[in-house]
């Protein structure tokens, strides 16, 4: 299987809960690798480009209130079928309909607020990764327990 990377960022409630900690560990608990990350403010700005699809719909500007209220971690995360996995390591968008063990169905009761925004595809990782990371700001590297997190061939 590839190895893809997702953008992850960990939103301003679970920035102000104090949950990133963590949100953190349950990625790096799945044997996925940060290869980027850090704190900023999105700005009005950044979120028209964050959500372009959504900035014409009636809910937009709560979003964008909401997503630059406090700062926001942004992490690139890497590892084989990452997108797909880190998906189902959320729930569902709704925190009151994510299933227990997720993220969401841990920590989050709202659709809006709900913690964390993950790729969906690999196409809107490399859009939404480039407008938070340049190229220079990643920092691959094999990590010492690689080789018995997955099996040679699965990574």
């Given at each position: 299987?590839?190895?893809?990377?997702?953008?992850?960022?960990?939103?301003?409630?679970?920035?102000?809960?104090?949950?990133?900690?963590?949100?953190?560990?349950?990625?790096?608990?799945?044997?996925?690798?940060?290869?980027?990350?850090?704190?900023?403010?999105?700005?009005?700005?950044?979120?028209?480009?964050?959500?372009?699809?959504?900035?014409?719909?009636?809910?937009?500007k709560s979003?964008?209130?909401?997503?630059?209220?406090?700062?926001?971690?942004?992490?690139?995360?890497e590892g084989?079928?990452?997108?797909?996995?880190?998906?189902?390591?959320?729930?569902?968008?709704?925190?009151?309909?994510?299933?227990?063990?997720?993220?969401?169905?841990?920590f989050s009761?709202?659709?809006?607020?709900?913690?964390?925004?993950?790729?969906?595809?690999?196409?809107?990782?490399?859009?939404?990764?480039?407008?938070?990371?340049?190229?220079?700001?990643?920092?691959?590297?094999?990590?010492?327990?690689?080789?018995?997190?997955?099996?040679?061939?699965?990574?």
């Open positions: 299987m590839a190895t893809q990377r997702s953008l992850v960022l960990l939103k301003p409630d679970c920035v102000e809960r104090r949950l990133m900690g963590q949100i953190i560990s349950r990625f790096e608990n799945k044997g996925l690798t940060i290869v980027a990350m850090k704190m900023l403010r999105v700005t009005p700005e950044l979120s028209q480009k964050h959500y372009a699809e959504h900035v014409s719909k009636p809910f937009y979003l964008e209130t909401f997503i630059t209220s406090a700062p926001v971690v942004a992490m690139a995360v084989p079928d990452v997108i797909r996995i880190i998906r189902e390591m959320l729930g569902a968008t709704n925190g009151m309909n994510a299933a227990p063990g997720t993220i969401r169905g841990e009761s709202s659709r809006q607020m709900n913690l964390v925004h993950a790729s969906d595809s690999p196409e809107s990782a490399e859009r939404e990764l480039s407008l938070y990371f340049n190229a220079n700001e990643y920092c691959p590297a094999k990590y010492a327990l690689a080789d018995v997190i997955r099996a040679p061939e699965e990574n």
